[in-house]
């Protein structure tokens, strides 16, 4: 099994990317989330993108993305005390209002 922790060591949010399934995690400052997968091979399991986005750091918030890159895309995330972790965990309400917002918007049949 391969294993990887992600650790908010900010002090506002650290948005958790994992890809390539486009799912969102939001950390805590202080908080600890393990990402795991079945992979046993010799190739790395992850690799590790951090990114800046000045509307995002101006809001206090930080980002990084993880890749799957072996063993398949699906991995399990869970906090320090062994619990998943689903997507959209902790995601801000402004937030979520804003992407489920723009998801319509880009469903919408007059933008097609």
Same mark, same amino acid.
Request: charged letters at 35%.
């Given at each position: 099994m391969a294993a990887m922790d992600v650790v908010n060591d900010s002090i506002g949010l650290l948005v958790l990317f994992l890809e390539p399934v486009g799912e969102d995690r939001w950390l805590r400052p202080g908080e600890r989330f393990r990402i795991r997968t079945d992979y046993r091979g010799d190739e790395p399991a992850f690799s590790v993108t951090y990114w800046v986005n000045d509307g995002d750091r101006a *809001?206090? &918030?930080?980002?990084?993305?993880?890749?799957? +890159?072996?063993?398949?895309?699906? $991995? +399990?995330?869970?906090?320090?005390?062994? *619990?998943?972790?689903?997507?959209?965990?902790?995601?801000?309400?402004? &937030?979520?209002?804003?992407?489920? $917002?723009?998801? +319509?918007? $880009?469903?919408?049949?007059?933008?097609?």
């Amino acid at each position: 099994m391969a294993a990887m922790d992600v650790v908010n060591d900010s002090i506002g949010l650290l948005v958790l990317f994992l890809e390539p399934v486009g799912e969102d995690r939001w950390l805590r400052p202080g908080e600890r989330f393990r990402i795991r997968t079945d992979y046993r091979g010799d190739e790395p399991a992850f690799s590790v993108t951090y990114w800046v986005n000045d509307g995002d750091r101006a *809001a206090g &918030i930080e980002n990084v993305t993880v890749w799957v +890159e072996n063993g398949g895309v699906d $991995a +399990e995330v869970s906090d320090v005390d062994g *619990a998943d972790v689903d997507c959209g965990h902790q995601r801000p309400e402004d &937030i979520d209002r804003k992407w489920q $917002a723009n998801l +319509e918007k $880009a469903k919408s049949p007059e933008k097609r």
